[in-house]
């Protein structure tokens, strides 16, 4: 039985986690296929699927729903789990200490992420910064992130992403192919 670890990506910090994320699951034996999507043809070909997605503009990028919504019907009644890369993880943040606790607060999931996350019955959703260079952003954004406290780098938290790849790994050990979780969420 194959999970799908399947992203859409700018830069190459959400390829990143997603590859890290397919490691740690084949480390604990779990059959994996990383690919992006554009690359899947079949997601019904796979047992279980982690779909994740930088965010731009709050939104993850179109080809990553529009993947969502063309393999929703194959991926129903399968386990799925999704994460977001943008500049504010729910732990780590290119931005400075302050502004990101604020932006937390004030931070509203997409309608269109909500619906198509309620439509994949998702057990969980994760939020994870990436990596950012002065080259991936236009003059004025620029301008804005530096405002923010915004610091350019990898801030791409590996521990937390071990972590959350290993609780997967738990899931799926527990009962493959179920889309329905054995461990409790927090």
């Given at each position: 039985m194959t999970?799908?670890?399947?992203?859409?990506?700018?830069?190459?910090?959400?390829?990143?986690?997603?590859?890290?994320?397919?490691a740690r699951l084949a480390q604990s034996g779990v059959d994996v296929d990383v690919r992006p999507m554009a690359g899947v043809a079949d997601a019904g070909a796979y047992e279980g699927a982690v779909?994740?997605?930088?965010?731009h503009g709050g939104r993850w990028l179109p080809d990553a729903m529009t993947f969502g919504r063309a393999h929703q019907p194959a991926l129903a009644g399968h386990?799925?789990?999704?994460?977001?890369?943008?500049?504010?993880?729910?732990?780590?943040?290119m931005l400075g200490a302050r502004t990101a606790h604020r932006l937390r607060a004030?931070?509203?999931?997409?309608?269109?992420?909500?619906?198509?996350?309620?439509?994949?019955?998702?057990?969980?959703?994760?939020?994870?910064a990436g990596a950012v260079t002065r080259a991936d952003w236009p003059p004025t954004g620029r301008v804005v992130f530096r405002v923010l406290g915004g610091r350019y780098g990898d801030h791409r938290n590996w521990p937390a992403i071990d972590a959350w790849a290993d609780r997967i790994a738990r899931e799926w050990a527990a009962n493959p192919g179920s889309p329905e979780p054995h461990e409790p969420r927090h």
């Open positions: 999970v799908l670890v399947a992203y859409a990506t700018c830069h190459g910090s959400t390829r990143g986690i997603a590859e890290r994320i397919g779909l994740g997605s930088a965010v386990p799925v789990w999704l994460f977001s890369v943008s500049t504010l993880g729910d732990e780590e943040s004030w931070r509203k999931e997409s309608a269109e992420l909500a619906e198509l996350r309620r439509q994949l019955r998702a057990r969980d959703h994760r939020n994870f």
